[in-house]
């Protein structure tokens, strides 16, 4: 009597050729790839297999001959932490940036494959923001690949092409952010002075509803975003991405004006901002009146560097780290930092008030132990 089997199986097909299967990890059961032409060839695979399970080195062909593109797509359709607006960029940029990877198996994605598809995309005419972008979702896509165990290492090894330096973003002054809403069309105002001197991204501000604009106690709360998608054209509300992005934000005094104008004349019965149907307000709508207001003032801004304008400019007034990221809505410290930064320049006026000091001499008191924390 034959013994039993303790992994695998093995079955003669009608054809003469032997078919090897087991129970994989997933606990579901496979079948190799090819089929043998005798038993022994079969258990001599069953064994190999069962090897490389027990160290850890196995991979799962199965998943592993997948095409790219069924597999990412797969991959954005069941990933509950992937946006509409990111997904429609990801599959814009395969479209786009990424056809000759779409074809190919996950195992065939391979350094090399990347390395020469990542050079052909900056060689080409996409902007290097989209190719970065390729490249981050290429990499997230593999490295998912790898827990399914369908390869054994993400073949995305290039330093640096993931990341998106952003460009130095224009700093608008507050005399050209007054240029720019007097010549804006009245009804866009309130969303220049909201970008500008309070620092809401254009989702956020025509996300906002009549009540989120408290003037008694001079404070704009955020706490939805909307979302216009490119291609279909639809558009949701949402929750920030963070606690954080819920949030008050203090309105400047010299606001208040544009501010009670606003609500008088443009303002919808339930939304801040609505169009001349009444009707939500498209965040198109506002940047096309920006673009025309800022061609007749002649200064280089987009629409999102007022939100830079408006940071750097509390920062220039003292704010701490803590007060930008709450007006910012960020739960982290880097974006916060970067405004900081921004101003450093205010260095040179330390300096000079370090010279007071020296000339006033020992007319100056000294605290006897200075404490300095790295």
């Not at 060839?41 to 196995?58: H, K, T, Y």
């Not at 490249?135 to 998106?164: E, H």
């Not at 949402?238 to 606003?262: C, M, N, Q, W, Y």
Request: proline share 5%; aromatic share 6%.
């Amino acid at each position: 009597m034959a013994a039993r089997r303790r992994f695998g199986k093995v079955r003669k097909l009608p054809s003469g050729k032997f078919q090897a299967s087991f129970i994989g990890p997933t606990g579901k059961r496979q079948n190799a790839p090819q089929t043998f032409r005798t038993k022994t060839d079969a258990d001599r695979w069953l064994v190999n297999v069962e090897a490389d399970i027990s160290r850890g080195a196995w991979l799962d062909e199965r998943i592993g001959r997948q095409r790219f593109e069924d597999y990412a797509s797969a991959y954005l359709r069941d990933n509950p932490d992937v946006g509409p607006r990111w997904e429609e960029t990801c599959r814009r940029n395969m479209r786009l940036h990424m056809t000759e990877l779409l074809d190919k198996p996950l195992i065939a994605i391979t350094p090399p494959v990347v390395r020469s598809w990542h050079a052909k995309a900056l060689a080409g005419t996409g902007g290097k923001t989209s190719i970065a972008q390729s490249y981050r979702f290429l990499r997230t896509v593999m490295n998912q690949a790898k827990r399914d165990g369908a390869i054994s290492a993400n073949p995305c090894t290039i330093k640096g092409a993931g990341s998106d330096r952003a460009k130095e973003r224009t700093v608008a002054t507050p005399a050209q952010v007054a240029e720019l809403v007097e010549k804006i069309t009245p009804r866009y105002r309130a969303a220049v002075l909201l970008a500008a001197w309070c620092g809401l991204r254009r989702g956020e501000i025509i996300g906002l509803a009549v009540v989120d604009l408290d003037l008694v106690a001079d404070e704009v709360w955020v706490r939805r975003n909307r979302v216009e998608l490119l291609e279909s054209g639809e558009a949701f509300d949402k929750d920030p991405k963070t606690d954080a992005g819920k949030r008050p934000v203090s309105i400047p005094p010299h606001l208040r004006p544009f501010l009670v104008e606003h609500l008088e004349k443009w303002s919808g019965d339930t939304w801040l901002f609505v169009g001349q149907d009444k009707q939500r307000m498209r965040g198109n709508a506002i940047y096309q009146a920006f673009v025309r207001a800022r061609n007749r003032v002649g200064v280089e801004v987009s629409f999102h560097d007022l939100r830079h304008t408006g940071q750097t400019l509390a920062a220039a007034t003292g704010a701490t780290l803590a007060d930008l990221k709450k007006r910012l809505g960020h739960a982290s410290t880097a974006a916060a930092l970067r405004y900081l930064h921004a101003v450093d320049g205010r260095d040179k006026q330390v300096a000079v008030e370090l010279s007071k000091l020296a000339a006033r001499g020992n007319a100056v008191e000294l605290p006897r132990t200075i404490i300095v924390r790295h």
